[in-house]
C-alpha cells in the first residue's frame, strides 16, 4: 500500500477518530487537501443551511476539526 502512496490515516486511536482500518487515503491528494481545509472553509461551507445545534458547532469547531478531522496518523 504505501509502495503506491497509500495510507491508513485513522489506523490507531488518537482520542479522535474511532481505528477504520477501511479507511485509506491517497498521500499525493489527501495531503494538499487537508492543508487547505480549516475551520473557517468548514462554516463557510454551513452557511444558508438548516443545520441543528449551529450554535454549539460554531463554537466548538476548532476543537471538533483538530480532534476528529486533522487528528491522522501520518504514516
Known amino acids: 500500500m504505501a509502495q503506491?502512496?497509500?495510507?491508513?490515516?485513522?489506523?490507531?486511536d488518537r482520542d479522535g477518530v474511532?481505528?477504520?482500518p477501511w479507511h485509506i487515503s491517497y498521500q499525493?491528494?489527501?495531503r494538499p487537501a487537508a492543508k487547505q481545509l480549516t475551520p473557517e472553509v468548514i462554516w463557510e461551507?454551513?452557511?444558508h443551511e438548516d443545520i441543528a445545534g449551529d450554535t454549539w458547532l460554531r463554537l466548538h469547531l476548532p476543537d471538533i476539526f483538530s480532534r476528529f478531522i486533522m487528528n491522522i496518523d501520518e504514516d
Not at 503506491?4 to 490507531?12: G, K, L, N, Q
Open 4 to 12: 503506491f502512496d497509500f495510507y491508513r490515516p485513522f489506523a490507531h
Open 18 to 20: 474511532a481505528v477504520e
Open 28 to 30: 499525493p491528494l489527501s
Open 45 to 47: 461551507a454551513w452557511q
